[in-house]
């Protein structure tokens, strides 16, 4: 092949590649913007009332008298319930959610020796209108804002031969309750 017929090859692949890669032609095109306005987002939030109480709610101890954690030494048999107000805020169009306590706090919160007898469950009062209990999920199906007490009811299991062990190992031990935690979550389906 000749130099002449070379330089034309390369000159028509040039070419080629101006045209495809580099842009050198434009098609007409047009564009505009559209006020479409601004989104937002909403939030949930969980508000804790002023410093909660404990009580003893045991069934056999009448009034519900109020004790110190501190010195009160619990028992099998014997039911106890901290009771702190919470406000749900709850802002967004579709916004649905529910309330529970947090079982991985009750877990690092209890002694492994207590957990076949102690339980640590949810008991609201004073629910609004629009806020639901199923077995301590508190739920909620429209935004609003809701203001209600929520019972966290430690139990310590009642039993034949204290509470079915003789092991010592469930006496004279702590629970650091100051863990415990309220745990609110959009529920979308």
């Given at each position: 092949?000749?130099?002449?017929a070379k330089?034309?090859?390369?000159?028509?692949?040039?070419g080629?590649?101006l045209?495809g890669?580099?842009?050198?032609?434009?098609?007409?095109?047009d564009?505009?913007t559209?006020?479409?306005?601004?989104?937002?987002t909403?939030?949930?939030?969980?508000?804790l009332?002023a410093?909660g109480?404990?009580?003893d709610?045991?069934?056999d101890?009448?009034?519900?008298?109020?004790?110190?954690?501190?010195?009160?030494k619990?028992?099998?048999?014997?039911?106890?319930?901290?009771?702190?107000?919470v406000?749900?805020?709850?802002?967004?169009?579709?916004l649905?959610?529910?309330?529970?306590?947090d079982?991985?706090?009750?877990?690092?919160?209890?002694?492994?020796?207590?957990?076949p007898?102690?339980?640590?469950?949810?008991?609201?009062?004073?629910?609004?209108?629009?806020?639901?209990?199923?077995?301590?999920?508190?739920s909620?199906?429209?935004?609003?804002s809701?203001?209600?007490?929520v019972?966290i009811t430690?139990?310590?299991?009642k039993?034949?031969?204290?509470?079915?062990?003789d092991?010592?190992?469930?006496?004279?031990?702590?629970a650091?309750?100051?863990?415990l935690a309220?745990?609110l979550?959009?529920?979308?389906?």
């Open positions: 092949m000749n130099k002449v330089a034309g090859i390369s000159a028509g692949i040039a080629l590649l045209l890669g580099a842009g050198t032609y434009a098609l007409w095109q564009s505009k559209v006020n479409a306005g601004t989104v937002q909403g939030q949930l939030k969980l508000t009332g410093a109480t404990w009580k709610i045991s069934s101890v009448s009034g519900a008298p109020t004790i110190d954690p501190a010195v009160f619990i028992v099998p048999g014997d039911t106890i319930q901290f009771t702190q107000g406000t749900i805020l709850a802002d967004g169009q579709n649905k959610g529910q309330l529970t306590i079982q991985s706090t009750v877990t690092a919160a209890i002694p492994a020796a207590w957990q007898y102690v339980t640590v469950t949810v008991a609201p009062s004073g629910l609004p209108a629009g806020i639901t209990n199923n077995a301590g999920v508190l909620f199906t429209a935004p609003g809701y203001s209600f007490n019972g430690v139990a310590f299991a039993g034949t031969n204290a509470s079915g062990t092991d010592e190992t469930i006496e004279n031990q702590t650091n309750l100051n863990g309220l745990k979550e959009q529920i979308r389906p």
